[in-house]
DNA sequence: GATAAAACTGAAGATAAACTGAAGAAAAGT
DNA sequence: ACTTTTCTTCAGTTTATCTTCAGTTTTATC
C-alpha cells in the first residue's frame, strides 16, 4: 500500500517509515502541511497518517482538503492530544482513525489493517473481476479458479490495476504507486515493461482475455470492455 | 496464545499476568476502559480476560466493541459480581465464559482452555490440521500418529499457523504473536529463520507434505494447497 | 511505406530475501 | 551449582525477485 505520512517529530517519522516500508508499503514523508498539501494534490495514497499539531497549522485543514476534493484516502490520525472533543473533532471531519501518542508501531500496523479491512469490508475480502479473485488475506490469485503465484510487484500491480479498474494508468502513476518517489526514472521504463511482460504471461497462461490493454504514450487500462 | 487482560486490580492483575506467562502465554494486561479499547484496536489477541469494575465505565463496553467489529477473540469475564443478572448479560453479549472472583489461577487456565478448545478444537482438545493432531491440554503434536517434540517456540508456531491456516502471516506480525510487543526486530528476522527452519525439519521428519511455504519478502502460510 | 518513438521480449547481472549449520548465550531442569 | 535444553546470533550459501540491457516488434505520424 501506498502511505503518506505527515509528521513533525523527525523520530517518529522516521520510525513509521521504515517500519511500515518493513512491511511491503510505498511510504512518503513530510513534516509540515504545506508539503502535505503539495503532496496529496500530486499523488493518491492509500492512507494517509496524520498529526494534528504540525509547524504551519492544524492537521484538521488536511482533513478538509481530502473531505472537499471528496478523495478516497484512508485517514488515520496521530496525536499527542486525547480529549474526547479532539477525538470526537477527528472522526467528524473524515477520520477513519485516531492514535494517541505514544503508541507502538505494531499497533499502528494492525490498524491500518483493520481500516482497510472495514473500508474493503463491503464484500469480504476478496476483490473480484470477472474470472479473477484476488483473496486480500490469503494473499492469493485465481483466474478461472486457478490460482497463481505472483511476487509483490506483479501482486501490487495486479492489485492497483483491479482497484482503478476501467481506469486509464499513467506509467508515471503505476511508478509512483509501486516504487514512491525515491525513485528517478527518467523516461526509462524498463521495469515497469519487464514486470507488466511478466504479470500478463501469468494471467495469459490461465485465460484467454487480455483484459491488461497498453494505451500507446501514456500507460495502461485494465478493462473488459 | 495471546491473552489480554484487563483488570484495574493491580495484585490480581500482576498475579495473572505473570502466571499466564509462565504457561507459556504472550500476555499484555491494561487497567482500564481507554487503554483495553486502544490496545485491542491495534493487535488481534487470542483472548481477553474482562473485568467488569473498571474505574472509567463497565466492561460491557469492550464485549460491545468486540461484537460490533465482528472480533474472534474468546472472552471470559471476571468479576466479583455473582448475579444472575450480570452473568446473563456478559454471556449475551457475547463473553465465552463467566469467572467469580475469587478464583484460583488454576481454574482460571483451565477455563482458558476449555474456551479455546470449544472454540477452535474439536471436543477432545484436539485441533486437527489434515495429519496433524494438536492436544491443546498436553501439548502434544502428533503427525500421522507420530509425536513430534516441539520447543515452545516451536510449538507456538505451528498453533499460530494452524490457527490461521490459509492466511498469510508477515514475519512482523509472526514476531508480534510470539514475543509480544516488546520485541524490536528492526529488519533482522534471523531467530525466525532459525525456528523455521527447525519445525520444518521436523515436521519433514514425518510427512512428505510441505505446508508451510514461504511467502517471498512478506512471510508465510500454512496451507495444503 | 518510411521513420522515429514507444512498447515489448528473453536473458543476464545485480540485489535482496530466505535458508542453513554451528556456536555462544540464556533459560529450564536437576 | 551443574547439566541439559532451548533460544538467539552469526557468517556463509542458496534462491527468488528485481533491474538492466540489447535486440525486436508495434504504433502513430508524416
Redesign the pocket.
Known amino acids: 500500500m501506498k502511505i503518506l505520512i505527515i509528521e513533525d517529530e523527525q523520530g517518529l517519522r522516521e520510525n513509521i517509515h521504515s517500519y511500515l516500508s518493513e512491511d511491503n508499503n510505498v511510504c512518503e514523508s513530510c513534516s509540515d502541511l504545506a508539503t502535505a498539501i503539495t503532496k496529496l494534490s500530486g499523488y493518491h495514497y492509500d492512507f494517509v497518517l496524520l498529526d494534528i499539531g504540525l509547524p504551519d497549522g492544524e492537521g484538521f485543514e488536511i482533513l478538509r482538503y481530502l473531505k472537499n476534493e471528496m478523495r478516497s484516502e484512508a485517514i488515520i490520525i496521530i496525536s499527542a492530544r486525547n480529549s474526547l472533543d479532539d477525538r470526537i473533532n477527528g472522526l467528524n471531519t473524515g477520520a477513519d482513525d485516531y492514535l494517541v501518542k505514544p503508541f507502538h508501531l505494531a499497533e499502528l500496523k494492525a490498524r491500518i489493517v483493520a481500516v482497510f479491512r472495514r473500508k474493503a469490508a463491503n464484500n469480504n475480502n476478496n476483490l473480484i473481476f470477472n474470472e479473477i479473485v484476488i483473496n486480500l488475506i490469503e494473499r492469493t490469485v485465481h483466474v478461472n479458479d486457478v490460482e497463481i503465484?505472483l511476487?509483490?510487484?506483479?501482486y501490487d500491480m495486479l492489485l492497483y490495476f483491479i482497484v482503478n479498474k476501467g481506469k486509464v494508468i499513467a506509467?508515471t502513476a503505476l511508478a509512483e504507486h509501486l516504487?514512491g518517489d525515491e525513485?528517478d526514472m527518467h523516461?526509462?521504463?524498463?521495469?515497469i515493461?519487464?514486470?507488466?511482460?511478466n504479470l500478463?504471461?501469468k494471467i495469459m497462461e490461465v485465460t484467454t482475455n487480455d483484459y491488461l490493454r497498453?494505451?500507446?504514450?501514456?500507460?495502461y487500462k485494465f478493462t473488459d470492455k
Open positions: 503465484n511476487t509483490r510487484k506483479e506509467k516504487w525513485m523516461d526509462n521504463f524498463d521495469f515493461y519487464s514486470h507488466i511482460k500478463r504471461k497498453s494505451i500507446y504514450g501514456i500507460g
